[in-house]
T-cell receptor, first 114, second 114 residues
């Protein structure tokens, strides 16, 4: 089936250090997957961080970036230097051009410490 | 500003009681979704809707009903609440005419069934 697997949390990173949260997907019923990263800050709903709908392309936002790799079926989230304000839960999600509902990973809680 | 509003924010219910979670969107989106968030499971789809009068089963519909009386409103109904339904519930809306677009999420409803 269609599914998303991402890094188990919580992940603790020191401020100004680099971050990578792994995401891999399985899209057995989706011909052209769309990939998303959402972020959920405490007390808020999920909001889009970045998305990529074309294989081989990179998305970026707020210093985060992720590349859609069709060969490895991966969409890892990276940031070169994290800040305390990046502390949140990050969700990788899989969608499709046909509008099949999005499937989400388990979420990765990130805590950035001073 | 377009938004998704959920009510209540927090709810305590007794086992066997009826619970209704409400969701209102001002995005004029056709599609709406109910997910639940549990540790280790990520967001799992319960029910969704393509428009007023439509409800569809998601991946985990057992024990839940949904109602979409209008474009703006989508409710999730637990006729006989059980402790296993203790969770955080998220409502989302999506643009049916832009299937690769992101969802807009509400802030969540935290439900405790005792």
């Amino acid at each position: 089936g269609d599914s998303v697997t991402q890094t188990e949390g919580p992940v603790t990173v020191s401020e100004s250090e680099s971050l990578i949260i792994n995401c891999t997907y399985s899209a057995t019923s989706i011909a052209y997957p769309n990939l998303f990263w959402y972020v959920r800050y405490p007390g808020e709903g999920l909001q889009l961080l970045l998305k990529v709908i074309t294989a081989g392309q990179k998305g970026s936002s707020r210093g985060f970036e992720a590349t859609y790799n069709k060969e490895t079926t991966s969409f890892h989230l990276q940031k070169a230097s994290v800040q305390e304000s990046d502390s949140a839960v990050y969700y990788c999600a899989l969608g499709s051009n046909s509008g099949t509902y999005q499937r989400f990973g388990t979420g990765t809680k990130l805590q950035v410490v001073p | 500003e377009a938004a998704v509003t959920q009510s209540p924010r927090n709810k305590v219910a007794v086992t066997g009681g009826k619970v209704t979670l409400s969701c209102n969107q001002t995005n004029n989106h056709n599609n709406m979704y109910w997910y639940r968030q549990d540790t280790g499971h990520g967001l799992r789809l319960i029910h969704y809707s393509y428009g007023a009068g439509s409800t569809e089963k998601g991946d985990i519909p057992d024990g839940y009903k949904a109602s979409r009386p209008s474009q703006e409103n989508f409710s999730l109904i637990l006729e006989l609440a059980t402790p296993s339904q203790t969770s955080v519930y998220f409502c989302a809306s999506g643009d049916a005419y832009r299937p690769n677009s992101d969802y807009t999420f509400g802030s969540g409803t935290r439900l405790l069934v005792i």
